[in-house]
């Protein structure tokens, strides 16, 4: 089955500075490629998404990458702000079915 | 305001107590999903549902149950609770399969 491989599991940034996150996926037949963003005592809320007939999606400050020949795709988020700071996931599926399988996740830290 | 509702909020079980998770969502989504969230773990797949009338197992759904009677409400089920299923339980819906999922925010559960 599936594995998603997540980098860094914490990563510290100041205001404005750029923050990357990392994910790797080992299925092939993986098309869509959600990141969540999960605040403390929330759920998850999708933040961005990209498939797999996509190589990059921007939404204001946020751009997610995806690299099929290596499978791995990656969170960019610019100009960092103290409200960036939660905890993000990413997730790969096969939209034939409905499992996603999310990775353990990333700890942002922006710092004033 | 239109999403997803879990209750309870948080919950201390003693070990061998049956409970029930709820679940509603108003968006009229088709599909629903239950995961739990460990740390170090991400969120693992316990059941879902592709449309009322069905449900089908996930990762982890061994001492889970659900049901689906309609296209509101998802219950989830601990028979007979055991240490190990403390955790986060959050519950998801999307449209169809194979859309963005939104996510509850979360029921803690402590099984002591």
């Known amino acids: 089955g599936e594995n998603v491989e997540q980098h860094p599991s914490t990563l510290s940034v100041q205001e404005g500075d750029s923050a990357v996150i990392k994910c790797t996926y080992s299925d092939s037949a993986s098309n869509y490629f959600p990141w969540y963003k999960q605040e403390l005592g929330k759920g998850p809320q999708l933040i961005i998404d990209?498939?797999?007939?996509?190589g990059e999606k921007k939404d204001q400050r946020i751009a997610v990458t995806l690299n099929k020949t290596a499978k791995h795709f990656s969170l960019h988020i610019t100009e960092t702000q103290p409200e960036d700071s939660a905890v993000y996931f990413c997730?790969?599926?096969?939209?034939?079915?409905?499992?996603?399988?999310f990775g353990t996740g990333t700890r942002l830290l922006v710092s004033p | 305001i239109a999403g997803i509702t879990q209750a309870p909020t948080s919950q201390i079980l003693a070990a061998g107590r049956r409970m029930t998770l709820r679940c509603t969502q108003d968006?009229?989504?088709?599909?629903m999903y239950w995961y739990r969230q460990d740390l170090g773990l991400g969120l693992r797949l316990i059941h879902y549902?592709?449309?009322?009338?069905?449900?089908g197992k996930g990762e982890v759904p061994d001492g889970y149950s659900v049901s689906r009677a309609n296209t509101d409400d998802f219950p989830l089920t601990l028979a007979s609770a055991v240490p190990s299923q403390t955790s986060v339980y959050f519950c998801?819906?999307?449209?169809?399969?194979?859309?963005?999922?939104?996510f509850g925010d979360g029921t803690r559960l402590s099984i002591l």
């Open positions: 998801a819906s999307s449209d169809r399969v194979g859309q963005p999922q939104h």
């Open positions: 990209i498939r797999s007939n996509v």
């Open positions: 997730a790969a599926s096969n939209t034939g079915f409905q499992k996603l399988v």
């Open positions: 549902s592709n449309t009322a009338g069905t449900t």
């Open positions: 968006m009229r989504h088709n599909a």
